[in-house]
T-cell receptor, first 112, second 111 residues
């Protein structure tokens, strides 16, 4: 069975500092990978998705970027964090098209 | 892209009553409609899903209905229990890989 690992679980960062969140998937190959952000009491906003190595699609303009250096690795980054970047970040993968999405445990980011 | 709307945003029901959450979508190419349950501080987990070639699906106390013509689908929870209290998300996905979620419904089951 596949598992998805995401770390760290919590992170407190000052405004203007860089960010790197990592997500890795086990038990499947060539997954579709996603980064979502969930603000407090809000829904899941799709930030980026990737269908393969080096292939990144951005859904919304923002202060963040994503990279996929390996088949089962997805990284969310920022050069300079803003207060508005605070939220609960979730990595997800789908093993195929129109199939169940599996989520990582999430990272709660607080920018202070 | 796809636009998924979800109502209501909050819902309180008495234990044993039914709860209904409704979602609409905009992209007629969407063909997969899952529902997720998210407990506080935890990851969303799939509870039921339906594909566009099916009108209704049931799993014990949970059922989902889909109306492709009207582009809406609903989650029905019968005989609600306190442990059903959580945030529920609908989602829509198509062969274009994007996976869009509704804004969530916070369900509270009152004992």
């Amino acid at each position: 069975s596949q598992t998805i690992h995401q770390w760290p679980a919590t992170l407190v960062q000052p405004v203007g500092s860089p960010l790197s969140l990592e997500c890795t998937v086990e038990g499947t190959s060539n997954p579709n990978l996603y980064w979502y952000r969930q603000a407090a009491g809000r829904g899941l906003q799709l930030l980026f998705y990737s269908v393969g190595i080096g292939q990144i699609s951005s859904e919304v303009p923002q202060n963040l970027s994503a990279s996929r250096p390996q088949d089962r690795q997805f990284i969310l980054s920022s050069k300079k964090l803003l207060l508005s970047d605070s939220g609960f970040y979730l990595c997800a993968n789908t093993p195929g098209v129109s199939t169940e999405a599996f989520f990582g445990q999430g990272t709660r980011l607080t920018v202070v | 892209g796809e636009n998924v709307e979800q109502h209501p945003s909050t819902l309180s029901v008495q234990e044993g009553d039914s709860a209904v959450i409704k979602c609409t979508y905009s992209d007629s190419a969407s063909n997969y409609f899952p529902w997720y349950k998210q407990e506080l501080g935890k990851r969303p987990q799939l509870i039921i899903d339906i594909r566009s070639n099916v009108g209704e699906k049931k799993d014990q106390r949970i059922a989902v209905t889909l109306n492709k013509t009207a582009k809406h689908f609903s989650l029905h929870i019968t005989e609600t229990q306190p442990e059903d209290s959580a945030v529920y998300f609908c989602a829509a996905s198509s062969f274009a890989y994007q996976f869009y979620f509704g804004t969530g419904t916070s369900l509270t089951v009152i004992p």
